[in-house]
C-alpha cells in the first residue's frame, strides 16, 4: 500500500465518526496547569485528529521530530512516518478506533526534516466523549535513538561474532585438517625412518657377515693352506730352512689369530653355524675375556628362533644390553635367558644386580649410541615386538625382548631310520670287513668346501706312509656319497660347508655308515662348535690352524679304534 493509499485509509476511519475538522476538540478542565504540564514534559507529547492531523505537540515532541511547532501542526501523522513502519501504526490505530485495545505501543521512526530517521517509542490511546464518542488521540512519544543505536550496535557486534565464530570454526576445522595432514606425514616419516632404521640395521650385519665370510672363506683358508706347505718345510733337514719355516708358521699363527678375532667381532660365524645358543654362550666368553664380565647363558627347550635374521636381532640386541652393563651398571656379573613364551613367542632377558638406571629419563633421550634400548624398540615396532624395561637407581636392571617365535627350530628331518632324508638314497653302508678295508694305509676323505685347504690337507697328508686320500668332498652330500663309494675309515670334515653343513653330515654319516671315524676341522674354536660336532658324532674337533702332527697322529689313532671294533 502506497502513502496515498494509507492517508486514505486513515481518512475514512475518521469520516466514519462525522467529525467537523475545522472544529477544535475541546480541552481538559483545568486548563493552566493541563498546559504546563504539558508542555513541560520531559517526553514528547501531542493530541493527534482522528485522521491523522497534528493538533498540539510539545516543545519535546518538537526536539524530537526536528520540526518548528508550526511545521508539525501542518502535517499529518502519516507524512512524517518512516515508510516501513506505517502499515503496522494503520493497523494499530484501526484496532483502537474498532474499541478492541485501549491503547497501543510501538517502535517506530519519525522522518526529520533533513529525511533522516530517527526512533521513538510510541504510546497511544483514544480519548472518547461522555458519549462514548472518539475524540481525538493523545500521544506520547519517547526518544529512543540512543537505545536503537545500542541494540544496532549490539546486533552489529552480535553479527561479527557470529561471523568470527564461524570464521574461528572454519580455522579450526583447516587447522585441525592441517594437524590431521601433519600427523599423518608425520607419522608416514616416523614409519619410513623406522623402515630406513631397520634397513640400515640388516645392511649393516649383511656387510659385517660379508666381510667376516670374506676373511673366514677366503684369508683365512689361504693362511692355513699356506701353513700347511710350510709344514712339508719344517721337517727340511737342513736346519736354516726348518728355522726359518719355524718363524714363518709362527707369522701364519699370529695372522690367523688376528684373523679370527676380527671375524668374531664382525659377525661371529658361530651364529650361523650353531644358532642362536651357540652365539649367546660365545657372547658370554668374549665378554669374559674382554671386559671381565661373567656372564650365564640360559636357554631352554625350543627357544631358538627359526628365522634367522631374527636370531641376529637378539643376538645384537643381547651383545649392546651386555655393553651397556659393562658400560653402566658397575657390576661384574650378569644373566642371559632365552626361553620360549607362550605358543608363539620367544624372550630374550638380560638382566644384572648392578647400578640400575631410571628409565624415564632413558625414554627422554632421542639418541642412545649404538645399537641402544632406543633403537632395540624401534626395530621390535616392525617386527611385533615388545620391549620391557624395568630398573630403579641401586635395584638392577632387567631387560626383556619379546618376539614372535616363527617356526621351530628342529634338526634336520629324518626317515623312519633316524637318516636324514638327504642321505637316505644311498647305498648300504661297506662294512669294516670289506675287502676295500684291507691293506696297511688307513683311507681318508677330506671334505671341505675351500679347494685350497682340500689341495693343502691332501699333500700334507699324502707325504705320511701309512696315509691314503682316497677322495675329496665339498659339501656334506658329497661326502657321504664318497664314503660310500671309497670305503673311507676316517672323514675330515670341515663344519662349514654349502647345503649340507658338516654337523648334520657326520650326524647322517653315523646314523648310515657307523664304522666311519669322523675328524670335525673348522677355523672355529673348538667352544663354539666342538660340543656340536662331537654331539653329532664326531671322534674329535682340531681346528684347521692346529699342528699338522696332531691332526696326523689322531687321523692314525682312528686306524686303532676301528680295528678293536
Known sequence: MDTHAKRTSCAGVSQRLMLDRSTDPPLPESEDRFRVSFEQAAVGMAHVALEGRWLLANDRLCQITGYRREELLSKTFQEITWQEDLDHDLAQVARLLDGEISHYSIDKRYIRPDGSPVWVHLTVALYRDCLGQPVYFHVVVQDISDRKATENALRRNERRLLEAEAELRALNETLEHRVAERSREAEERAAQLRALASALAQ?????????????????????????????????????????????????????????????????????????????????????????????????????????????????????ELLFNIVKHAETNSACVELRRFGESRVQLIVSDAGG?????????????????LFSIRERLQLIDGRLDVRAAPGEGTRVTIEVPAGSLAAPLPANGSGVPASAAHLAEPVRSGDSRCSGHKIRVILADDHAIVRQGLAGLLREHPEIEVVGEASDGEEALHVARQTGAQVVVMDLSMPGMNGIDATRAMRESLPDVRIIGLSMHEEADLGRAMRAAGAVRYLRKDTACDELISTILAQRVGAAEA
Not at 728355522?243 to 714363518?248: I, S
Not at 644358532?275 to 631352554?300: D, F, I, P, T, Y
Not at 640400575?356 to 641402544?372: E, K, L, N
Request: hydrophobic share 40%; charged share 25%.
Open 356 to 372: 640400575g638406571f631410571d628409565p624415564a629419563a632413558c625414554r627422554a633421550q632421542t639418541t642412545c649410541g649404538g645399537f641402544g
Open 203 to 319: 645392511a649393516e650385519q649383511s656387510e659385517r657377515r660379508r666381510l667376516a665370510q670374506m676373511l673366514h672363506d677366503g684369508l683365512q683358508q689361504l693362511l692355513v693352506a699356506t701353513k700347511m706347505r710350510l709344514a712339508l718345510l719344517r721337517r727340511n733337514p737342513d736346519p736354516k730352512v726348518a728355522q726359518a719355516a719355524d718363524r714363518a708358521n709362527e707369522l701364519l699363527d699370529e695372522s690367523i689369530s688376528q684373523s679370527r678375532s676380527l671375524t668374531a667381532q664382525l659377525s661371529p660365524p658361530v651364529l650361523y653355524d650353531a644358532g642362536l645358543a651357540g652365539g649367546l654362550e660365545w657372547l658370554a666368553r668374549h665378554m669374559q675375556e674382554k671386559h671381565l664380565l661373567s656372564v650365564k647363558v640360559h636357554v631352554g627347550e625350543f627357544a631358538e628362533p627359526a628365522d634367522e635374521g631374527m636370531r641376529v636381532f637378539l643376538f645384537q640386541a643381547a651383545r
